[in-house]
């Protein structure tokens, strides 16, 4: 594996350590921030108003740009460097989080949690880079390693730190300071980032903002009339939106094809799709987080809209999804997916789908006002099988690829990652609202799950076409233990 270091020799370079602390902060603050404002969701729009959609859009504005921005991120950072790269979109987060936390109406809260998404989209994809410019040999596997650990604290802390941060109302700001508390985060990683080293691509690609455009656009029109579902019937314009983005997204898969057969840069690496198990991947990532996330948003939603319970509760509620989720992933890769190799990835689906029966029957059992004290048992199942799944996933999705695939697959599975968690929201919201404004957000969320259980059943079924050999970590392609790793896990 040739690596680019446009510096001194890693080994000679004496600031590695605290630059990593730069970057697994910046990782941190990503994934802190798409679930701090879950919780925070109910306070906002209380306080600036909105439609229930507007709950939704407070979600999506963020994961949607992100999603769709994350390749052309990587791409400017082979072209402009890593660190320049790194720093410009840690400045954009930290003005975005500002403006986020002074907004004072609905559509500018919306508008700067796009552009937050979209600033991350240029932090994510450098650190890989970044790391493997300051490190070698075990040090660069220590380095790599420490990335899962960081993102399952942060993904323990966000619910709980967004509903006690809700809840404390520090001076007056409610809602604002889960905003704000990204400032010190920001403030420190661009304090550290001098210490980063700079690096390009070897060879270094052009951009392509057709089809970035035409990404950007299929998706948007496929997504936007779904979450305006949530507060009415779809329209005759809202199909025809659906019906243009879709000739978007084929449009835009004619195009990447024609640029590769140019020999032109492209967004995504065309070959992928010669193997029969990627494109079931990319549908079962889509799938898979519709569900976790669209799930996590919807239980929050109904412990403050439905049962009546503060942020802080509401938070706290999410303690044994995201704990569990943490103990297991770890578990999951250091011990079962070695020995155990694809079952494991069936495994963690089917404990998800327990815990979905599981809150589905808690829901039914419960008083609608009160508070579900068994719910957090089948929160912490569920998270047992999110955790389960993911390590065995990825590495299953990595295994058939190409040594030159390695980086173009795991850049699409984090972006299909993200259009699932945006998707998750805008249907399962959609369920929930339409459910709740009808009168009954009791029989709502037990509705949202069952449509959370059968979207968790077509993940299952498209898992199963990603068949071939047992995939062990040892047998991945050189490199791609390493994508792996850049994935939000």
């Given at each position: 594996m ?5 510096s ?10 605290v630059?990593?602390a ?5 990782e941190a ?16 729009r209380?306080?600036l108003g909105g ?14 740009p992100f999603?769709?921005?994350?390749i052309?991120g ?17 400045a954009?987060?930290l003005a975005a ?7 004072d109406?609905?559509?500018?809260l919306?508008c700067?949690?796009a552009?937050q998404?979209?600033a ?5 994809p ?8 300051m490190?070698?040999g075990e040090?660069?596997s220590?380095a ?9 604290l942060?993904?323990v802390?966000?619910?709980i730190?967004g509903?006690?941060?809700t809840?404390?109302?520090?001076f ?5 300071s889960?905003?704000?508390v990204?400032?010190?985060?920001c403030?420190?990683?661009?304090a550290?980032a001098?210490?980063l080293?700079?690096d390009?691509a070897?060879?270094r690609p052009?951009?392509?903002?057709t089809g970035?455009a035409?990404a ?10 779904l979450?305006g579902a ?12 659906i019906?243009?983005?879709l ?7 004619l195009?990447?094809?024609r640029?590769?057969?140019l020999g032109?840069s ?9 193997h029969r198990?990627?494109?079931?991947a990319?549908?079962?990532?889509t799938?898979?987080?519709?569900v976790?996330?669209g799930l ?6 109904h412990l ?9 509760t509401?938070?706290?509620?999410m303690t ?10 770890w578990?999951?890769?250091a ?5 155990y190799g694809r079952?494991?990835m069936?495994?963690?689906l089917a404990t998800?789908?327990?815990?979905i029966?599981?809150?589905i029957a ?5 008083s609608p006002?009160a ?9 912490g199942v569920?998270?047992?099988?999110v955790g389960?799944?993911?390590p065995?996933?990825f590495t299953a ?5 190409k040594p030159q695939?390695?980086?173009s ?5 984090n972006?299909v990652?993200?259009l699932g ?6 249907v399962?919201?959609s ?6 404004t009808a ?16 979207l968790?059943?077509?993940s ?6 990603m068949?071939?050999a ?5 047998d ?13 896990l």
């Amino acid at each position: 594996m040739s690596v680019h270091v446009s510096s001194p020799p890693r080994a000679a370079y004496r600031w590695r350590w605290v630059a990593l602390a730069a970057l697994l902060l910046a990782e941190a603050m990503n994934l802190l921030d798409s679930t701090i404002v879950q919780v925070a969701t109910p306070a906002i729009r209380a306080d600036l108003g909105g439609s229930g959609s507007d709950m939704q859009w407070f979600s999506t504005a963020y994961t949607l740009p992100f999603a769709l921005l994350l390749i052309t991120g990587g791409r400017l950072g082979d072209i402009a460097g890593r660190r320049l790269v790194f720093r410009i979109g840690v400045a954009g987060f930290l003005a975005a989080s500002l403006a986020c936390a002074l907004a004072d109406s609905v559509g500018a809260l919306i508008c700067f949690r796009a552009v937050q998404g979209a600033a991350a989209a240029a932090i994510i994809p450098q650190t890989i880079g970044l790391i493997r410019a300051m490190f070698d040999g075990e040090e660069m596997s220590k380095a790599l390693g420490s990335i899962g650990p960081v993102m399952g604290l942060a993904a323990v802390c966000g619910p709980i730190l967004g509903g006690v941060l809700t809840q404390a109302d520090l001076f007056g700001s409610s809602w604002r300071s889960t905003f704000l508390v990204n400032v010190p985060l920001c403030v420190a990683v661009l304090a550290v980032a001098p210490t980063l080293i700079e690096d390009h691509a070897p060879r270094r690609p052009s951009l392509d903002p057709t089809g970035t455009a035409l990404a950007m656009l299929g998706t948007a029109l496929i997504v936007y009339p779904l979450i305006g579902a949530g507060t009415a019937h779809v329209s005759t314009g809202n199909w025809v939106a659906i019906g243009i983005g879709l000739a978007a997204v084929f449009g835009f898969g004619l195009q990447q094809r024609r640029r590769a057969r140019l020999g032109r840069s492209s967004l995504v690496e065309t070959s992928l799709f010669a193997h029969r198990a990627f494109p079931a991947a990319l549908m079962t990532s889509t799938l898979f987080f519709a569900v976790t996330t669209g799930l996590m948003f919807v239980v929050v939603l109904h412990l403050q809209l439905g049962v009546g319970a503060d942020a802080r509760t509401a938070g706290l509620t999410m303690t044994p999804w995201s704990v569990c989720l943490a103990v297991s992933s770890w578990v999951a890769g250091a011990y079962l997916v070695p020995r155990y190799g694809r079952r494991v990835m069936f495994a963690g689906l089917a404990t998800l789908g327990v815990g979905i029966v599981a809150a589905i029957a808690v829901y039914h059992a419960a008083s609608p006002m009160a508070y579900l004290t068994p719910l957090l048992g089948a929160l912490g199942v569920a998270g047992l099988g999110v955790g389960v799944f993911t390590p065995s996933f990825f590495t299953a999705a990595l295994k058939p690829l190409k040594p030159q695939e390695i980086g173009s697959a795991a850049g699409l599975l984090n972006a299909v990652q993200q259009l699932g968690a945006t998707l998750g929201v805008a249907v399962l919201g959609s369920v929930y609202l339409n459910g709740s404004t009808a009168g009954s957000p009791g029989g709502a969320i037990q509705v949202t799950c069952c449509v959370a259980g059968g979207l968790l059943v077509a993940s299952f079924l498209s898992a199963a076409l990603m068949t071939g050999a047992e995939p062990q970590l040892q047998d991945l392609h050189p490199g791609s233990k390493d994508a792996l790793l850049d994935l939000d896990l």
